[in-house]
């Protein structure tokens, strides 16, 4: 007889611990108010989001899934993993007059400059950024996505900031060909407690220096650590844009609204708002 699965049946992906993480990561004088962990859901985005408009979720509510079986990217597209396998989560940020809505499109790119320099150093992988917002690693000489990160406005100034991370994933688990883990990149960890923890602080940190600059990634300092870890830049790209079209190019900057200013074979330089990004072979 096969014994019923419960939340400890696979050892080799142990349960977060909810107690030691709000022990940890909530204080008076942080970001982060309210942690839950819930086993498994949909999308942890779609749930605050609903919290949010109901009035049930405060400013620094974070919502952490050991499962999420629908959860969303860009263009609406949704993806899966095993339960346990990686780090799901959405975090409530509400900025308030202190920050222009015109520089809320500089959430999601804080957010990956937050997740890669904390698994950089937490799990001990180079990570790199992939405009506007994947994470990658090196797996076997080759780029992969291990995670991505999505925005989603909620009411007024109130941001819902999405993370979602492969972490103990196998080659025979990855959902695409194109994508990592931290297993298969060669990190030193893969325990997902201290991991998410890294990431929530490198959050508080960069955020809280965002807000306190009234969003300017310029002042502070977030524009220049994006580009020197952003590895679009300087590549020639495809960009795909909503709708149809495309770009072509060499990518030569990130603007101060954020956006992927790309180069023509002809000169001449475009900025980009939203597109899916195709980094292209050197020819």
């Known amino acids: 007889m096969t014994p019923p699965s419960s939340r400890w049946s696979d050892l080799d992906r142990p349960p977060l611990d909810e107690r030691a993480l709000r022990r940890a990561l909530i204080r008076p004088d942080g970001l982060w108010t309210r942690l839950d962990v819930v086993p498994r859901t949909g999308s942890t985005n779609a749930d605050l989001t609903a919290a949010a408009r109901a009035g049930r979720a405060a400013a ?3 919502l952490v899934a050991e499962e999420q079986h629908s959860g969303r ?3 609406d597209r949704t993806w899966s993993a095993p339960p346990r396998s990686g780090l799901f989560f959405s975090v409530l940020l509400r900025t308030g007059p202190a920050v222009p809505d ?3 499109t500089w959430l999601p790119l ?3 400059v937050a997740t890669a320099t904390a698994l950089a150093r937490a799990a001990g992988v180079d990570t790199a950024l992939k405009w506007p917002n ?8 080759e780029e992969r996505k291990l995670g991505g990160i999505l ?3 909620a009411e007024g100034g109130t941001v819902v900031l999405g ?3 492969n972490v103990s994933l196998g080659a025979a688990e990855l959902p695409v060909p194109g994508a990592g ?3 298969l990149a060669g990190a030193v960890s893969t325990d997902r407690d201290p991991l998410l923890r890294a990431v929530l602080r490198s959050l508080d940190d960069w955020y809280t220096r965002w807000t306190a600059a009234g969003g300017d990634p310029a002042a502070a300092g977030l524009l220049d650590a994006y580009a020197a870890g952003c590895a679009t830049l300087g590549r020639r790209v495809r960009a795909e844009l909503p709708g149809g079209g495309e770009v072509r190019g060499t990518a030569a900057a990130v603007d101060g609204e954020g956006r992927l200013v790309i180069e023509g074979d002809d000169g001449a330089r475009r900025e980009v708002a939203a597109a899916d990004i195709i980094h292209l072979r050197a020819t």
Do not use: K, N, Y
């Open 181 to 183: 883990s931290l297993l």
């Open 110 to 112: 804080l957010a990956g």
């Open 73 to 75: 990217g860009r263009l």
């Open 134 to 141: 994947d994470v990658l690693v090196t797996v076997d000489g």
């Open 60 to 62: 620094g509510t974070v």
């Open 163 to 165: 993370i979602g991370l």
């Open 151 to 153: 925005a989603e406005r």
């Open 102 to 104: 015109e520089r809320l």
